[in-house]
Every structure is written in structure tokens, then in C-alpha cells.
């Protein structure tokens, strides 16, 4: 089992920046991959970064250039800085760590991200 404890959302002006925060506990030896995904009003939850074991990172093409996902692994910890915001990367974004013997996925509880125009 591993618990998540996301934090750092908020509200910030169009152009601004966040940075998000996910600290996991538990059987963290056992995870492979972790990301960020988000959902906003109305819409599906969609993947927005998420980085290996190995410290290999994909971004959906909306965030690439602007957001940065990294990891911290003595803290057991992945961050996702968000630069240049727009408005329509409103949404609730969830903290999302798959582990491998046995197999499992995470979420954490979610975190709002409001960006005003």
C-alpha cells in the first residue's frame, strides 16, 4: 500500500507559476512510475507528466515547454512546477504512483488549480 499527500495548489493569475508537491508513504520501494494528472469541470481526467524510476519524464503536448516534472527519491517526493499558466489549466490535479510485486495504482486526494485571466 502506498498513501499520497499532495499540496501546493491554489489560485494564480494567468502567466504565473505553482509548484505542486506529492509525498508518498508506504511501500514506496515498490514504485516505478509516478505523474500528475488532472480534471477539469465537465471533462476526463488526462495525464499531464509523469516520470520513471529511471528519471525518464513524458508531458502531454498542452504542458510541454511550460511544466517540469521531478522527483526527489530521499523524500519519497515528485513535484510538478507549472510555469506560463493559462486559464484552461484550471482543474483538480491528482498525484497518480504505480507500483510493480504486486501490481498497483494511487491516487492522492487532489489538489485545485484555479488560473484567472
Known amino acids: 500500500q502506498v498513501a499520497l499527500v499532495e499540496s501546493g495548489g491554489g489560485l494564480v493569475q494567468a502567466g504565473g507559476s505553482l509548484r505542486l508537491s506529492c509525498a508518498a508513504s508506504g511501500s514506496t520501494s515498490r514504485i516505478y512510475v509516478q505523474g500528475w494528472y488532472r480534471q477539469a469541470p465537465g471533462k476526463q481526467r488526462e495525464l499531464v507528466a509523469q516520470?520513471?524510476?529511471?528519471?525518464?519524464?513524458n508531458y502531454a503536448d498542452s504542458v510541454k515547454g511550460r511544466f517540469t516534472i521531478s522527483k526527489d527519491n530521499a523524500k519519497n517526493t515528485v513535484y510538478l512546477q507549472m510555469n506560463s499558466l493559462k486559464p484552461e489549466d484550471t482543474a483538480v490535479y491528482y498525484c497518480?504512483?504505480?507500483?510493480?510485486?504486486?501490481?498497483?495504482?494511487?491516487w492522492g486526494q487532489g489538489t485545485q488549480v484555479t488560473v484567472s485571466s
Open positions: 516520470i520513471t524510476i529511471a528519471g525518464v519524464s
Open positions: 497518480n504512483v504505480k507500483t510493480t510485486r504486486p501490481l498497483g495504482d494511487y
